[in-house]
Structures are given as C-alpha cells and as structure tokens.
C-alpha cells in the first residue's frame, strides 16, 4: 500500500506553508497530487520528490512560469525528456553564473572585513 500524507503532514515535512502547497497545486506544478473521495489532498511519496525538486528549482531562481513549463513537459511523458534536460542545463548555467557573481562580491566583503579591521585594531593600537 502506498504511503499518503495530508496537506498538513506535507508542510511538516517541507515547512512550506499550507498555503504554498495550495497556491502550487493551483498553478498546475503539482498535477500528480490526488484527492479522496472527501476532495482531501493525498500526496504520495513520489509527489514529496516532485516537491522537492520544485523547491530546488525555485530556490536557485527558476520562476514559477519555467518550472510551470517543465512540470508540462514532464506530464507529457518520455517524448519530453530532451527538452527538460535542455531547460535544466540551461537552467544549471544560471545557477553558476549566479555563484560566480555571489563569489566575486563575496570576496568583496571579505577584502573590506580585512581593511576596516586593520583600520580599526590600528586606531585601537594593537
């Protein structure tokens, strides 16, 4: 039998609010969720995966449109998989060259930690 967890169970174990699990299904990233008899959501341990991978892609910048696009293209079925690793590579690109950015500024702060330290250990006369 299959593992379901309640809306609620769900947000315990993502800590996404409720309301973001709803507003998801609502913008059609989590078409696989099914409902009881009651209309209750069911989500399964495969939706939890979906989940996480939606919450991967949205946390490293991918806007809910493209991952709205993806989620499509993998509800079509096998004949998409070319496309999704062509959205996910492209997709990955943005990520680094995010990190590149956030290094290079990074290393920004870190070069004025080390100046206004000196600056100030000097004035103090250490």
Known sequence: MTTSYSIKQVSE?????????RYYEKEGLLPFVKRSEGGIRRFTDDDLDWLGLI?????T??????IKE???L????????KQRCDILIEHKKNVENE???MQKHLQKVTTKISH???????QAGR
């Open 13 to 21: 174990k993502t800590k996404l609010p409720s309301h973001t699990l």
């Open 55 to 59: 919450c991967c892609l949205k946390e």
């Open 116 to 122: 206004f330290t000196a600056q100030y250990e000097k």
């Open 70 to 72: 993806f989620v499509d």
């Open 99 to 101: 990190i590149q950015a």
């Open 61 to 66: 910048g991918m806007s809910i449109k493209q």
């Open 74 to 81: 993998s509800v079509q079925g096998k004949g998409t998989l």
